[in-house]
Nanobody
Framework: VQLQASGGGLVQAGGSLRLSCAAS????????MGWYRQAPGKQRELVAV???????NYAESVKGRFTISRDNTKNTVYLQMNSLKPEDTAVYYCNAGLISGNYWGQGTLVTVSS
């Protein structure tokens, strides 16, 4: 199973970005899908997670600004990020939980300038 993330880039504070992550390979069913991030010198942290049925959970720091969604027909998870802040700067990783294991994407860099 491979996860391919895209959509990162450089944006000014207050701007928006949309991340996408598509899963491919031997997939029967994906349970939770999520986004994590890791800023320089910090540990990786959960940003948002969505269940197969669409239940969501967000880190307090992004509530009201970020929206996670998924398309089960495409095995793809999205992260719409609005009102971005410099402290959102990090490498963002997607994650997918399958019966066969837990899988990670390669990471996509989001840089928010002040």
């Amino acid at each position: 199973v491979q996860l391919q993330a895209s959509g990162g880039g450089l944006v000014q504070a207050g701007g928006s970005l949309r991340l996408s992550c598509a899963a491919s390979g031997s997939i029967f069913s994906i349970n939770d899908m999520g986004w994590y991030r890791q800023a320089p010198g910090k540990q990786r942290e959960l940003v948002a997670v969505i269940s197969r049925r669409g239940s969501t959970n967000y880190a307090e720091s992004v509530k009201g600004r970020f929206t996670i969604s998924r398309d089960n027909t495409k095995n793809t998870v999205y992260l719409q990020m609005n009102s971005l802040k410099p402290e959102d700067t990090a490498v963002y990783y997607c994650n997918a939980g399958l019966i066969s294991g837990n899988y990670w994407g390669q990471g996509t860099l989001v840089t928010v300038s002040s």
